[in-house]
């Protein structure tokens, strides 16, 4: 594991970012900004310090839901969409809204629908693979 010191492009707009590897001498920061995921991308020298600035790649156009990334992790980013209908303060003992989550594949820059759960604020997390306690032994 590498660490290093990277900064951002100052003209990002956009209430949820986060920084992805996109190959081995690539970082890519994905920025929602409401309905359009945009991907910026960054080259990095062998010893890991910039090499240039940060370019636009491209801008997805997403469906008419409320967004939010949820996290990113092994080529993924993970997307939650509430549909544009519901208030933002909705009663939550009734009427909670349905969260359809997605996946964008850093690879190939693709959407799919991965679930649709009930959405609960205070407890809404996915997991990739098994907890720990409940992985298979390893040598």
């Known amino acids: ?38 991907i910026d991308v960054k080259t990095l020298e062998d010893d890991g310090a910039g090499a240039n600035d ?6 997805i156009s997403l469906p008419n839901f409320h967004w939010t990334m949820t996290g990113s992790v092994k080529g993924y980013v993970l997307l939650r969409g509430i549909l544009r209908g519901y208030s933002e303060f909705w009663n939550f003992f009734e009427n909670k809204p349905d969260a359809y989550y997605f996946t964008l594949d850093l690879k190939t820059f693709v ?16 997991y990739a693979s098994f907890p720990p306690p409940l992985s298979p032994p390893t040598i």
């Open 54 to 59: 940060w370019w636009h790649d491209r801008a």
């Open 111 to 126: 959407i799919e629908r991965l679930c649709m759960l009930e959405f609960d604020s205070l407890s809404d997390h996915l």
């Open 1 to 38: 594991m590498e660490f290093s010191v990277v900064d951002l492009p100052p003209e990002i707009k956009g209430e949820y970012k986060t920084i992805v590897e996109l190959r081995e001498d690539r970082l890519g920061l994905v920025v929602l900004d409401d309905r359009v995921l945009h």
